[in-house]
């Protein structure tokens, strides 16, 4: 590997990943690199990926990013959770809230306290514990003092990555418009010199960030960094996206419904809804796939069908040589959690920590790659157990998920949490402890037994607690305003529609 001096950051793509890539970049390291952004808009972007997680916050306040104004520019809505119906037996619902649920205790989770009250007559479901829930089920959003709201957002994919761009620019980075027609090989290390455009200009770099998308022209096409693929554990592999017009106001929360081979997302913004139907093609049709998402639009659709493949899995390396893939050009698992966007947060805070002062440091690298690897698995595990818990068995589809062997550190999760009640978060791991319980709970899978510290409580201390709980939950919520309202006065757009 080259000795070089990672002065020249090259950024090949201007999608989400591209743009959030360049955004902070720029920010935070400003004159100390030279930042170039090539984007072809003849090739264009994805076009979805429009609901987040919490953890975009930290994000927003690394970049310096007002949350009204980005807010207003994007479209956006706020976001408390998913609503999935239908995964457990194809007639059920269940919320996984981004709220914490009760109150937890050292020892052991809330979960624990509510299965106890359960036996002294509590029969109040779990849900009614959780602020968050609540909130987004009647509709309501306010931001609460000591920030006891956590939330996310939902966008305009296109707005986001105008919105980073001009943010990106203003700090410095220099974007090119032009296709990449050649990925120069420095012939004696191997590490990509230089990319030229169809118009023949030529940008060296040092470091370069694939951020092509599903093409992964550097790290993959070029560098050949190989795909570990998850397809066996997640068989979708395939969407149709559809935008929609609004009908009502939009509410503060995605939506995900399973049918018979996959399932459906609803993502309500202040302009338009975001549709798609997620299935697996070995056991739906493109038609039938489109006949079925058709059918089941709430508002009039605003643009054609947008046919999307993909295979779930993730590249060897997302570190290689002097190229780091970030974005869909590093993997993909489905948006399921709204899993890939933070992903490309992890990965570009991940990179600024490690960015080379001078020699790209092969610890660095394999540093990254190690991060890079933990936070993935340990959220395709979490994806997994969606259609491993399920006692759906009314399709091939779901037949095949109910019975498909699962990786070790899911099945030990499952199995610890169906005996005892208790889940572990390892590390860093992005889904807490109550996500764990919300989806394994939502799923039909029931502790057998709980921790022993939950029958220290009095009887009287125990309906204190359960009661105060819930009176505080609804009671907070009464005052709460109604989401459309909130943002209504809050971030109402000023963008155009995307
Ligand atoms: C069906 C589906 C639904 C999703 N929903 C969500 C969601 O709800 N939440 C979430 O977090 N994520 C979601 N995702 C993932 C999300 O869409 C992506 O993580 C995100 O959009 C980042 O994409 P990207 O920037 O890597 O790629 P892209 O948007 O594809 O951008 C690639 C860029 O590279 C450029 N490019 C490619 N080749 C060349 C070339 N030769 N020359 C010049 N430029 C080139 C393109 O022009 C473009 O600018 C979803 C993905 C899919 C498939």
Redesign the pocket.
Known sequence: MNAISPRRVVI???????WMAAAAISHTMGRTVELTL???EA????G?????IPPLAVYNRICQINEAEFMRATQATFKLGILFDGWKNGHDRYFHSFGLTGKDHWTAGFQHFWMHGLTKGHVQPYDDYCLELVAALEGKFAHLPEDRMNYAYQFD?GLYAKFLRARAEKDGARRVE???ARVELDTESGDIAALTLESGERIEGDLFLD?????A?LIEQHLHAGFEDWTHWLPCDA?I?IQTENVGPPVPYTRAMAHDAGWQWR?PLQHRSGN?L?YCSRYLSRDDALARILGNLEGAPVTDPNF?R?AAGVRRHQWLRNCVAI???GG?ME?LE?????L?QRAVLRLIRMMPQGEISPRDIAEFNDQQMTDTVQIRDFLILHYKATERRDSPFWRYCASMPIPDSLAQKIELFRDTGRVFRKNEELFAENSWVQVMMGQGIMPESYHPIAGKLRDDELDNLLGGLRENVARTVATMPAHGAYIGQYCAATAPRG
């Open positions: 090949a793509g201007g999608g989400t990943a591209g090539v984007e072809s090739i264009g972007t994805i979805v990926g429009e609901s987040t994919s032009g296709k990449i951020c092509t998308g599903f093409r022209l969407a996206a993502i798609g997620v999307l993909f974005g869909l050009s993909f948006p709204s899993t890939s966007i933070h490309i």
